[in-house]
């Protein structure tokens, strides 16, 4: 996976992020969304996009979770 800074904040993101509008909650469920995100994870995706607008909140509830057993150091959210 190759890296980027974001901007000037001094954080570097994948090149590929991984977002949650129309699939979290709409078309995966929680555990598939869970799935999704560990694979991504472990893949070299460290850059994930949600919204509390995304399926009623349930997208950045979703992703939440699925973040809980994650190193957060390792890991930048976008959300809105």
């Known amino acids: 996976m190759k890296y980027r800074y974001l901007g000037?904040?001094?954080?570097?993101?994948?090149?590929?992020?991984?977002?949650?509008?129309?699939?979290?909650g709409d078309r995966l469920n929680e555990r598939e969304s869970t799935n999704l995100v560990h694979t991504a994870?472990?893949?070299?995706?460290?850059?994930?996009?949600?919204a509390n607008v995304y399926q009623d909140g349930?997208?950045?509830?979703?992703?939440?979770?699925?973040?809980k057993n994650l190193d957060r150091t390792e890991l930048v959210i976008g959300t809105h």
């Open 8 to 24: 000037d904040s001094g954080l570097m993101v994948s090149e590929l992020s991984l977002g949650s509008y129309l699939t979290f």
């Open 41 to 50: 994870f472990d893949h070299g995706i460290n850059f994930f996009d949600t």
């Open 58 to 67: 349930i997208a950045e509830i979703f992703l939440g979770k699925a973040c």
